[in-house]
């Protein structure tokens, strides 16, 4: 089958037009129609990453047809820890031969794994270590809840430690893993009826169907929009902890909104998620969604980013510099963001040495980042050849290039 064919088929599975791809391509919808009816030859490897990325395609392979190209963009390597975290999610015991440890020690255990993922560069490591013998006791301590608030209590615990289990499981070779986690972590969340657990985890469902390509962002606004609406009742007198993940969805909003093209919402959302930011203590850092002041900075590049505004994009970097983000992790996610701005500015070598930024401060989040290693794999075809081996050598770190 030709690459026309190939392509025309994954768009039309993502329920994409030929326009909207064009748009967000920088092409005309005849161009796309000519690629796709075998006139216009295969286009370059920058456009075919590019159309990949778009249509959601994880191995290039199977849009090129080229086996010699098969590379999965979007899946990072399975983790060693991913079969034992698996094992404690899937199992489902109905004798409880042990004593379920109290809510209130799970919580202070969670809230340790939460930090050491921030702090850790390895920090899928240190969290598959934790999460198997978390999810276990957790599911323990609702099943043996005595009272309806104690259950309600263990729910939310239960729910944020699937919260965690999402992060972990985000990007590796078992999508139906991740969507049972983000499943039950909903469930758990509104049977706590703790503003909070719902809230996270809206949070983390509105990414999993935004990241599962455009026919899936009306579920993932509608689920944003639908917890807005439970936690606005909350937030006159709302601790700050529930006001961060009001503010972590809004940006959300946007950042969907941004990912469909639409330049006024998505800005306005981030707006908003702005005064919310304004209303949280100028420390303040929330332990899963990193929302905080500082991090609107990088929220503001990641807009301009998915708006393809390579100015601005840019310019938003420059001024997000001026904060620290606290998180090891969601400082590398930050780092990636800028790549992506300077790649799209056209600086193709400040990219990738902001991507070796991105790897010092958390490999683990480069190596399972689909957008690095788009970037990376096209730098690794260029004509320079100063740019070619950095790329080159970047991605053996990645994993994708052998040594």
Wanted: glycine share 6%; hydrophobic share 40%; proline share 6%.
């Amino acid at each position: 089958m030709a690459f026309g064919q190939r392509m025309q088929i994954y768009r039309q599975r993502r329920g994409m037009s030929r326009p909207v791809l064009a748009g967000l391509l920088g092409k005309s919808p005849s161009w796309v129609k000519q690629v796709e009816n075998g006139v216009i030859q295969v286009p370059k490897l920058p456009t075919i990453l590019r159309i990949a990325e778009l249509l959601r395609v994880r191995d290039l392979a199977d849009l090129t047809g080229d086996q010699t190209l098969s590379v999965d963009l979007f899946t990072g390597p399975g983790h060693p820890r991913l079969a034992a975290v698996k094992s404690a999610v899937d199992a489902f015991p109905l004798a409880a031969d042990r004593e379920a440890p109290p809510t209130l020690h799970l919580r202070h255990r969670l809230d340790a794994a939460w930090a050491a993922r921030h702090s850790a560069p390895n920090h899928r490591e240190v969290v598959g270590s934790l999460l198997p013998d978390l999810i276990r006791d957790a599911q323990l301590a609702v099943r043996q809840a005595d009272t309806a608030p104690e259950r309600r209590a263990a729910q939310a615990v239960l729910s944020e430690v699937y919260s965690l289990s999402q992060f972990f499981c985000a990007y590796q070779p078992d999508p139906a893993l991740l969507w049972r986690v983000a499943e039950r972590g909903m469930v758990a969340a509104q049977d706590s009826d703790d503003p909070h657990a719902v809230g996270v985890a809206a949070w983390l469902a509105a990414q999993a169907h935004r990241d599962s390509g455009p026919a899936h962002f009306d579920a993932a606004d509608a689920v944003t929009l639908q917890a807005l609406h439970y936690l606005e009742p909350h937030l006159p007198d709302a601790e700050d902890r529930v006001l961060a993940i009001a503010g972590a969805l809004q940006f959300e909003a946007g950042y969907t909104a941004a990912r469909r093209g639409e330049t006024g919402e998505a800005w306005g959302w981030w707006d908003k998620a702005e005064k919310t930011a304004k209303k949280l203590p100028p420390s303040y850092y929330h332990p899963v969604t990193s929302f905080s002041r500082a991090i609107m900075g990088a929220h503001a590049v990641t807009v301009a980013v998915e708006l393809h505004q390579g100015g601005e994009s840019v310019r938003q970097a420059a001024r997000a510099d001026k904060h620290v983000i606290k998180s090891r992790p969601r400082r590398a996610r930050h780092r990636i963001e800028e790549a992506r701005a300077y790649q799209l500015d056209g600086q193709p070598d400040t990219a990738l040495a902001t991507l070796d930024k991105a790897w010092e401060s958390a490999p683990e989040t480069i190596q399972y980042n689909g957008y690095a290693r788009r970037i990376v794999l096209e730098e690794t075809e260029s004509r320079q050849p100063e740019r070619r081996q950095r790329a080159s050598v970047l991605a053996v770190k990645l994993g994708m290039l052998a040594a």
